[in-house]
């Protein structure tokens, strides 16, 4: 006998509020995965005075916004704390990006006002700093599994985000600024939650992500839960190479002279009319 | 309103008091290196000369700008924002030159400060007499707090404020914080006009001394129900409380008003009071001013014209003593063809393409909806490219809704340096993924995408900025197109 089509739950955190640099890319990810693969999804939205029933969610997705937007939502967040801390401890799968991931750690300083209060999910914390760190990043990490695999993205974030004992960092940087800049970490991890500085939305293009995401929030539901099934991932897996080629490349100043000089020689050489004619 | 002094034509600037002659001499060194600049760079073949002559004559007098702001005998018009600036230029020059004024403008999206500095260069003459009575200049909305300062325009216009280019401007808020504070530095003597039903732009202008015009739409014949989900800036500016819209024209353009503190679209100076869609793709609107009621034919497509069509309006109201009659502008605004990238139809042979430029999701999303009213399924060229001018973040193309366009696909080929990152949009857009066709050179990509194209067919090219003026010099070269300097 067929067993029935498995389902993923997902909750999607203020669509409407944090929802700035495409991240809704990820939710696009995720559901269409599972299409392809024959398992069922819902997705409940939970905007400002929503309180979704966190109980029931075996993926809440949280994402970034500009200032304005994350002070709205830092204040909206404290009634929904209790029931999201609970899921986190039993299991629940969270993606956090960005203003999602500082909303999550202990607090975060913005550079002009008052200490917005996160929901200390993960032991971090975020100050505002003088510059924006804004490029493509590639980070190396293995989730404690030992499969290395590489995380690649775009950060733009004034905000610089420092781990504590109880949180580890998501990957290792191989190219990008990371949380701070400084100390060679992007991103944290506690129990099964997620949280990076990366957009570009990050789980299209880390196919590989997008399915950890999926088979941890299956696992949350289905005891029984087997490996999912491989995809075609053609278009993703050259996306990938593709952003982590962006993000390894040098210095800015070299990449620029030598750009100027290429186009200079390319402009001197170009023959009057190029191309095949129709 | 105020007036132009009447002068003789081409007074210098030598007669000034604090332009020395050590500086006028300087400035005439600047002018004619910018000038040979320019020729080197037309006889050489790189790009028309739009930035080079500029970048030459600033490094001879880094206060050239001043120097032309200096220039009391030419009015000097700046125009700024997201999305809209080309056009509303071109609308604006028609104006004026309807009002018989003569114009010198900048060259179409040639907008950072090497561009602005160029159109100055090309329209002086050495000894820096300008000789247009009108310099209208489109100006990077990131670039024109290094512009304004200097060169004291009379008019500054501010056309929206929409999510562009995010990774070089860091935060929506900080463009309009850049805005403001540009705003804040103009005199009593200047006017600003603003799009009203821009929540954020009409927040910009809380204390400068210069004189507002607002413009904006009053009619709710074409009102959508909800904003987009690429909406930017829809919470009250000042209470942070989600606005509500009594009419929502375009993304987070409309009559909104805070139900928490109350502030509310301002009255509109310039506003568009009937909407009528005219059968061939553009608009008869109504627009009542101060000056009087004016029925304009818009030829050209979407809603977004319909705001610039009132910005230009409102603009040449502000920059010019005599605006022109009613059937004079009727007659300047409908004459105009489709600038360069927007929507703009070249005959290849027996095929048509249509150019669309597209820099961010409102005007990939406006300019997106416009095609799929046409009939039939669409040949899709789309070409997307990190550099200088286009940015490098492309996590926008995931707020445009490509989920509408694949259903009508008849092909696709997609080209530039990001093309993977294109590609995959459209593969979760549901494209097949069979039909993503990656061609990363834009000849072969073109000559593909014809190829694919049937005699009588169109090819719609959605294509950021470096890779749609690479795809139209390769249309130019074949014959098919003047370049955009010598239209």
């Known amino acids: 006998m067929a067993r029935a089509p498995m389902t993923v739950r997902i909750c999607y955190l203020y669509p409407r509020l944090l929802s700035v640099a495409g991240d809704r890319g990820n939710l696009l990810a995720l559901i269409r995965r599972c299409s392809w693969r024959g398992i069922r999804y819902s997705v409940t939205e939970a905007d400002v005075g929503e309180v979704p029933d966190f109980a029931h969610a075996d993926l809440i997705l949280v994402h970034g916004g500009q200032d304005r937007e994350m002070t709205a939502a830092a204040r909206d967040l404290a009634a929904k704390a209790g029931a999201l801390r609970d899921a986190v401890e039993a299991d629940a799968v969270v993606l956090a990006v960005c203003a999602g991931y500082q909303l999550l750690g202990h607090y975060y300083d913005p550079p002009d006002g008052p200490r917005l209060q996160g929901l200390g999910v993960l032991d971090a914390v975020t100050e505002g700093g003088p510059t924006r760190f804004i490029g493509h990043v590639a980070l190396k990490c293995d989730l404690g599994s030992g499969n290395q695999h590489q995380l690649v993205g775009f950060e733009n974030h004034s905000g610089r985000t420092y781990l504590g004992s109880g949180a580890k960092p998501l990957g290792q940087v191989l190219g990008g600024a990371g949380n701070n800049g400084e100390d060679g970490t992007e991103g944290a991890r506690y129990r099964e939650v997620y949280a990076t500085y990366l957009h570009g939305p990050v789980l299209p293009k880390n196919a590989w992500l997008a399915d950890h995401l999926l088979s941890r929030a299956l696992a949350h539901r289905y005891q029984d839960f087997g490996p999912l099934a491989p995809l075609p991932d053609l278009a993703e897996e050259q996306a990938h190479v593709a952003s982590l080629r962006l993000a390894r490349r040098p210095a800015g100043r070299w990449r620029a002279a030598a750009a100027a000089l290429s186009q200079i020689g390319r402009t001197l050489a170009a023959p009057a009319a190029t191309g095949p004619d129709l | ?487």
């Open chain 2, 1 to 487: 309103m105020r007036t132009i002094a009447s002068r003789s034509p081409g007074s210098s600037l030598a007669g000034k008091a604090h332009v020395t002659p050590s500086g006028q001499a300087r400035l005439a060194l600047a002018l004619g290196a910018g000038k040979a600049a320019a020729t080197a760079s037309r006889v050489l073949r790189f790009g028309g000369g739009t930035s080079f002559p500029g970048s030459v004559a600033r490094r001879m007098d880094p206060r050239i700008l001043q120097k032309v702001g200096a220039a009391t005998d030419v009015r000097k018009v700046i125009v700024t924002g997201s999305n809209g600036k080309t056009t509303t230029c071109r609308m604006l020059a028609a104006l004026a030159r309807a009002s018989g004024l003569m114009v010198t403008q900048n060259r179409s999206g040639s907008n950072l400060l090497q561009g602005v500095i160029s159109a100055a260069v090309r329209g002086m003459d050495l000894r820096g007499r300008m000789h247009a009575q009108l310099l209208l200049l489109e100006v990077d909305e990131a670039t024109v707090r290094l512009v304004t300062p200097d060169l004291q325009p009379e008019t500054l216009l501010i056309t929206n404020i929409f999510r562009d280019q995010l990774d070089r401007f860091g935060e929506l808020y900080s463009i309009a914080r850049g805005l403001e504070a540009v705003v804040d530095t103009l005199p009593a003597t200047a006017t600003v006009v603003l799009n009203g039903d821009d929540p954020l732009v009409a927040s910009l202008a809380t204390r400068t001394a210069a004189r507002l015009v607002y413009f904006g739409i009053q009619a709710d014949s074409s009102a959508t129900q909800a904003p987009e989900h690429a909406a930017d800036s829809i919470r009250c500016v000042r209470c942070q409380h989600l606005l509500t819209y009594r009419a929502v024209h375009l993304s987070h353009l409309g009559d909104y008003q805070c139900p928490e503190c109350g502030n509310a679209r301002p009255g509109l100076d310039v506003a568009v009071t009937a909407i009528l869609p005219s059968p061939d793709a553009g608009f008869d609107i109504i627009v009542e001013t101060p000056a009087g009621t004016f029925p304009l034919q818009v030829p050209l497509p979407g809603l977004h014209n319909v705001y610039n069509a009132a910005a230009a309006l409102a603009g040449v109201m502000a920059s010019v003593q005599r605006p022109p009659e009613p059937a004079e502008a009727r007659r300047a605004i409908s004459g105009l063809r489709p600038a360069f990238g927007r929507l703009e139809e070249i005959r290849a042979g027996e095929r048509k393409v249509v150019l669309a430029f597209v820099k961010n999701p409102t005007a990939y999303n406006t300019t997106l909806f416009e095609v799929l009213r046409r009939p039939g399924l669409k040949h899709v060229l789309a070409a997307h490219s990190n550099t200088v001018v286009d940015g490098e973040d492309f996590a926008w193309l995931w707020d445009v809704e490509l989920e509408q366009l694949t259903p009508q696909l008849a092909s696709l080929v997609i080209s530039g340096t990001r093309a993977e990152e294109v590609a995959l949009r459209f593969k979760y857009a549901g494209a097949r993924p069979a039909d993503l066709q990656v061609l990363h050179d834009r000849s072969t990509a073109l000559h593909a995408a014809l190829t694919q194209t049937q005699p009588g067919e169109s090819l719609y090219i959605f294509a950021g900025y470096t890779p749609m003026r690479e795809l139209r010099s390769i249309m130019q070269r074949r014959g098919w197109v003047a370049s955009p300097w010598e239209e």
